[in-house]
């Protein structure tokens, strides 16, 4: 399995991206059931969880991005989005997605960076 993650870019504090990350070479009765995440990490530091999507879609956030992030995911598309609103620049950070458990290869990540 491939994951492929787009959508990152460069936004003004307030502004809004929409992430998008796809597992190529899986199939649908692999992706449907697994809890998926989206991550992000700054320079030396650590992985950090963001936003997770289990496979009945109920989300849940990390206290930093609540009522600003919204997780989603269409099995069929083996695709899982963010959608980041009101963006700070505390936000910036290369995305990532990934299976919780079990995860497969980690993809490259988009860039995200909020600036003024």
């Known amino acids: 399995v491939q994951l492929q993650a787009s959508g990152g870019g460069l936004v003004h504090p307030g502004g809004s991206l929409r992430l998008s990350c796809s597992a190529s070479g899986s199939i649908f009765s692999v992706f449907a059931p697994k809890h998926m995440a989206w991550y992000r990490q700054t320079p030396g530091n650590q992985r950090e969880l963001v936003a997770t999507?289990?496979?009945?879609?109920?989300?849940s956030y990390t206290d930093s991005v609540k009522d600003r992030f919204t997780i989603s995911r269409d099995n069929s598309r083996k695709t899982v989005w963010l959608q980041m609103n009101n963006l700070k620049p505390e936000d910036s950070a290369v995305y990532y997605c990934?299976?919780?458990?079990?995860?497969?290869?980690w993809g490259k990540g988009t860039q995200v960076t909020v600036s003024s």
């Open positions: 990934n299976a919780i458990t079990e995860p497969w290869p």
């Open positions: 999507i289990d496979s009945d879609r109920r989300p």
